[in-house]
């Protein structure tokens, strides 16, 4: 049984960081997306970032150069380290991943993963 479990949430002022983390247990695939999503109260799921098992990342316009994505290896956490937050990045974020990777599809989208954590909210004040 696959399980994402994010930490690292918090409060706080625009301007400042934080880095949430995943971490991945019961599996034993080395292929693999995985992903941040979020999601504001009232809004839509949003894609943040992922990363690859080849090393390769991507970001979405809103986070790109504020945000960074790593993972050192197949058996480490997730990470995302946020910098330079603003009022609009609060939201409930996720991760997500899809073991093994399957390909053939747009890890843009939600739909495309099909594993998820429960979320860790982050909250940032103006």
């Known amino acids: 049984q696959v399980q994402l479990v994010e930490s690292g949430g918090g409060s706080v002022q625009a301007g400042g960081s934080l880095r949430l983390s995943c971490a991945a247990s019961?599996?034993?695939?080395?292929?693999?997306?995985m992903a941040w999503f979020r999601q504001a109260p009232g809004k839509e799921r949003e894609f943040v970032s992922w990363?690859?098992?080849?090393?390769?990342?991507f970001y979405a316009d809103s986070v790109r150069g504020r945000f960074t994505i790593s993972r050192d290896n197949t058996w480490n956490p997730l990470y995302l380290q946020m910098n330079n937050l603003k009022f609009e990045d609060t939201a409930m974020y996720y991760c997500?991943?899809?073991?093994?990777?399957?390909?053939?599809?747009?890890?843009?989208?939600?739909?495309?993963?099909?594993?998820w954590g429960q979320g860790t909210q982050v909250t940032v004040s103006s």
């Open positions: 990363i690859n098992d080849s090393g390769s990342t």
């Open positions: 997500a991943a899809d073991f093994p990777r399957r390909g053939g599809r747009s890890y843009l989208r939600w739909e495309s993963y099909n594993y």
């Open positions: 019961g599996y034993t695939y080395s292929t693999y997306y």
